[in-house]
């Protein structure tokens, strides 16, 4: 779920900063790129305080409707796991889509307009098939550092809810290091797969060839690359 939702904020982030490349924009993006530089327990900490703003807000609300106001509706729930995450990973993802729409050119985009398309239909029509690999690629690399992140999991987890990485920290922490090795192999083995599916794809992008496009003339003439 981080990784889905990781991918679709960075591709409407780079988007909107490619839709309006001005100060702010520019410099939102950045702002938002500066999880990923800090660590997980200061991250994880720093969620917690507009967390608990606005869980207050919600308890005032919930009382002011008659209902019973409850102290504790975001904190330690998945939702505020989901929000550390994204805070944290942004810049992966951010990093694999960026070089993505760097590649579509203005062109493009001016061509889907002056056929109809607006704004949201050019993102979808337009640069998210072209946008196919580079999400790809960044939605198998959040997966791999959300899965073996630490700290934050286990400030913010709810409670009974344990992570391949919190498990393992849990069990090593008590010295039942037979026990710990099952979900230590366990994370090993699933960072695995997504690395060796990121390196057949870049395989396969040499080995490309570099015009691929071909042409068949009729009346069986030839063949034009």
Not at 1 to 30: E, K, Q
Not at 55 to 62: A, D, N, Q
Not at 66 to 81: E, F, I, K, P, Q
Not at 107 to 118: F, K, T
Request: no cysteine; aromatic share 8%; charged share 15%.
């Amino acid at each position: 779920m981080s990784a889905v939702l990781a991918v679709l904020l960075a591709t409407v982030v780079i988007y909107a900063t490619r839709l309006a490349p001005g100060a702010v924009t520019r410099i939102g993006s950045r702002v938002l790129a500066l999880g990923y530089a800090m660590p997980g327990t200061v991250l994880a900490i720093g969620v917690l305080l507009p967390l608990a703003v606005v869980e207050g807000w919600l308890s005032h609300g919930l009382r002011a409707i008659g209902g019973s106001g409850r102290d504790l509706l975001l904190t330690g729930s998945v939702a505020a796991l989901l929000y550390a995450y994204l805070v944290r990973y942004f810049a992966v993802a951010w990093n694999a889509i960026e070089p993505g729409f760097a590649r579509i050119t203005p062109a493009m985009d001016a061509a889907a307009r002056s056929l109809g398309a607006g704004t949201w239909g050019t993102l979808i029509r337009v640069h998210a098939p072209l946008l196919t690999r580079s999400a790809y690629a960044a939605l198998l690399l959040v997966f791999v550092d959300v899965m073996k992140e630490l700290p934050a999991t286990l400030v913010l987890r709810p409670f009974n809810f344990d992570t391949l990485a919190t498990q393992t920290y849990l069990l090593a922490k008590d010295e039942r290091l037979a026990e710990a090795a099952l979900p230590s192999l366990a994370i090993v083995i699933v960072g695995l797969i997504p690395i060796a599916l990121l390196a057949r794809m870049a395989q396969r992008r040499q080995l490309a060839p570099r015009f691929p496009l071909a042409i068949r003339v009729p009346f069986g003439a030839g063949r034009v690359d």
